[in-house]
């Protein structure tokens, strides 16, 4: 973990940062030097951003917020405008769902849900944050996409859709505001080891692992690495693109 100091005196907003790969996110910019911002719909979203201020040492906010509801995003950003000097400098929009089934199984709310959090959620917050960045001349801004959105995944349709969708929306939105300063990429991970994946069956992780070039599943440290990265100084000419953090799996 880098403890360069090349984030003081910026604050980095992860969504979902209460549990799993947003919070590792989160723990890896604040080693950085950055004040961090957790936005959670969890109620852990302030202990968190109060554990990782304890640990270390920066300023942190914590909200509980659910991405999906715009006036909720609108309320949150218009307060850390006085919070965070003008604005937050980094968005991480990693908050994120699934619920699987196969197509002909899958019913609206399931669609509908997925798609309001990982894709309309990180419309709605990119939105509120990057005036402030425009106004700065300066801004990253980091969405957590999946490899599944590049390769489908038979019973992920609307996840696959929602994270296809999001890196067409990385894309678009950096060319936008590519000129103003502000740089927007994705990163798009494999499989990860995380609550979810330990649920998995022996059987199922081992054949799972066999599409896995290096022979493991990835840590939640491979995607914050690949994210410190994106929000630091070292990549300032990298923008409109996705890096894949999945051990090869699809190349
Ligand atoms: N785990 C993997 O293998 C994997 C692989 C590829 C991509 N991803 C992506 O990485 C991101 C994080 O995944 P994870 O494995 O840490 O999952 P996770 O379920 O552990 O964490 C997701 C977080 O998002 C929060 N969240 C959910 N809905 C929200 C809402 N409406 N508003 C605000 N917060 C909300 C949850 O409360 C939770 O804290 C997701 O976008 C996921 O799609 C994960």
């Known amino acids: 973990m880098l403890r360069d100091g ?119 917050c990119t939105r509120q944050a990057v005036r402030p960045m425009i106004k700065k001349r300066s801004g990253r801004i980091v969405n957590i996409a999946s490899i599944i959105g590049m390769m489908g995944n038979a019973g992920q349709a609307n996840y696959a859709a929602s994270k296809g969708g999001l890196i067409a929306f990385s894309k678009s939105v950096a060319k936008e505001v590519g000129p103003r300063g502000v740089n927007v990429n994705a990163v798009a991970p494999g499989y990860i080891r995380t609550a979810m994946t330990d649920a998995l069956s022996e059987e199922v992780r081992e054949q799972m692992l066999l599409l896995v070039p290096v022979g493991r599943f990835g840590e939640v440290d491979d995607v914050a690495g690949a994210v410190s990265f994106l929000c630091g100084p070292e990549s300032s000419y990298i923008t409109g693109q996705v890096i894949r953090v999945c051990g090869g799996m699809l190349m």
């Open 6 to 124: 090349a984030l003081a005196g910026k604050w980095a907003l992860v969504t979902g940062a209460a549990r799993g790969i947003g919070r590792r996110i989160a723990e890896v910019l604040a080693a950085r030097g950055a004040g961090i911002v957790v936005a959670d719909v969890m109620d852990e979203a302030e202990s968190t951003a109060a554990e990782i201020g304890n640990e270390y040492g920066v300023n942190v906010l914590g909200y509980k917020v659910n991405v999906t509801d715009g006036e909720a995003v609108k309320g949150l950003f218009d307060e850390l405008k006085g919070k965070c000097d003008g604005g937050v400098d980094i968005l991480v929009n990693n908050a994120g769902i699934t619920r699987d089934n196969l197509l002909i199984r899958m019913d609206e709310t399931d669609w509908d849900a997925v798609l309001g959090v990982n894709l309309k959620g990180a419309y709605l």
